[in-house]
């Protein structure tokens, strides 16, 4: 159980900006800093109140005309894997993820570069340097996995490492009820093996093995191509004016 905070957090409020889910629409974010020996619980109630981590700051959309991004968690232990589900787990059974400590590497900023200039060239991350990316995966005060995806080896099964080239990583939080996917990448020609919706299905299993209910996948915008495939993983609940109601 989430203890509660001892002093209230303070927040901003950013000025509007481009959305870059709806076209001809602006949003503004609301968001506080999660430093120091309460970060972790802080990061903790505000993700249950459907805020997201980037770096060490919480944040959520506060746009004055628009309620269109609605947070979305999986429901691990009610969670079947379709028929569709199962086929990209078989596809991608020669993968192993291996948890590690969040600390960028050159091979990780190639691959985070490779995704970005494939699919999304024009977004709000397009520019990021290393130094950037860097401080994106290492700046954090919370309990905070970076996943490697790589191939199985012949010692994988002792090892728990896979070996050869980086296939997708993900940078992964652990909250007291869950697992929130920060941000996730992978090697954009490999797109036979829908690696991206793998790395949900492993986070789902994951939290399995680790007893937490939820896998935080983010916002879900309604009309937003970029963020439909969410609507899959059912069943799942997202977060409405009344709290947490579930939606199949």
């Known amino acids: 159980m989430t203890r509660p905070l001892r002093d209230a957090p303070q927040f901003y409020l950013t000025s509007a900006t481009t959305c870059p889910y709806l076209p001809g629409r602006e949003e503004r974010k609301v968001f506080t800093h999660l430093v120091g020996g309460r970060a972790r619980d802080l990061n903790n109630v505000l993700s249950q109140g459907g805020f997201r981590r980037s770096q060490s700051i919480a944040y959520r959309p506060a746009c004055e005309t628009c309620r269109a991004c609605i947070s979305v968690r999986v ?100 909250l007291s009820d869950g697992l929130s996917m920060v941000y996730s990448v992978f090697d954009p020609s490999l797109i036979a093996r829908s690696l991206g919706t793998f790395m949900v299905l492993d986070h789902i299993e994951r939290a399995r093995r680790l007893r937490l209910p939820y896998v935080y996948l983010g916002y879900w915008v309604d009309g937003s191509p970029k963020m439909a495939y969410k609507e899959r993983f059912q069943p799942q609940e997202r977060l409405m004016a009344q709290g947490w109601e579930r939606a199949e």
């Open 75 to 174: 429901l691990v232990n009610e969670f079947r894997p379709s028929r569709s589900f199962r086929k990209v787990m078989a596809r991608n059974s020669d993968l192993i993820g291996e948890g590690l400590p969040p600390r960028p590497r050159s091979e990780h900023y190639s691959l985070f570069r490779s995704y970005l200039d494939e699919r999304h060239p024009d977004g709000g991350m397009a520019t990021m340097s290393a130094l950037d990316f860097a401080m994106m995966v290492e700046d954090t005060h919370v309990d905070t996995t970076l996943i490697e995806y790589r191939r199985r080896g012949p010692d994988s099964g002792f090892t728990g490492r896979g070996r050869g080239d980086l296939y997708a990583m993900a940078l992964t939080d652990t």
